[in-house]
């Protein structure tokens, strides 16, 4: 009986770590290990139904298309694991950073925009100092304060618009191993708030 009872408890226990690896794989992106979009959305909306203070930045790597194209997709995935690696060191005091979507990320930070923006551009000019086999990662970024915002819809749009703001400012090149091809700015077209807040 004993032994029944210990088999038991044995296969319990492993059922419930596997249950817990579930919930693990579920909320970290399996390539960056960074949170995924879903922690991401939680983590938001937890804090805007608290009433707690954020700053919230959203990342899109630019270029990244041309990275893929020229090198593969092994070095574009090699290109997301070092931006990741570098976002998470950069920014592991006082935010949690997460990798939103394709090469999108994003940063939720506790001290506040101003400081969540300089902290940006030192990040930029540590990113150019430090490029990975001689490719340099550059992004455009957006902002929004969690006191702008009713819900998560709000806080996305919000950065998201200041992110293609300045991403239409800027004049893309790359190379793809044959020809030079150059992106002038970006067709800005601002999107209006959401009917679900």
Request: charged share 30%; proline share 1%.
């Amino acid at each position: 009986m004993i032994k029944y009872i210990t088999t038991q408890l044995e296969a319990a226990i492993k059922i419930a770590k596997l249950m817990d690896d579930l919930k693990n794989i579920l909320k970290i992106d399996y390539l960056t290990g960074l949170y995924n979009m879903r922690s991401l959305e939680e983590i938001i909306e937890n804090l805007l139904s608290g009433r707690k203070y954020f700053a919230f930045c959203i990342i899109d790597l630019n270029d990244f298309k041309g990275i893929n194209d020229s090198f593969g997709h092994k070095k574009g995935d090699e290109v997301l694991k070092y931006f990741a690696s570098a976002l998470k060191r950069y920014f592991s005091n006082d935010s949690i950073v997460f990798r939103y979507a394709g090469d999108e990320f994003a940063i939720i930070n506790f001290k506040g925009i101003d400081e969540l923006k300089e902290k940006i551009k030192i990040f930029r000019e540590y990113l150019i100092s430090n490029p990975i086999d001689d490719i340099t990662i550059k992004f455009s970024a957006g902002y929004c304060d969690s006191d702008m915002c009713n819900c998560l819809d709000d806080v996305i749009l919000k950065a998201d618009n200041d992110m293609y703001k300045e991403k239409g400012n800027l004049n893309l090149r790359w190379f793809d191993g044959y020809n030079k091809h150059t992106f002038k700015g970006a067709q800005y077209k601002s999107r209006t708030s959401s009917k679900y807040c």
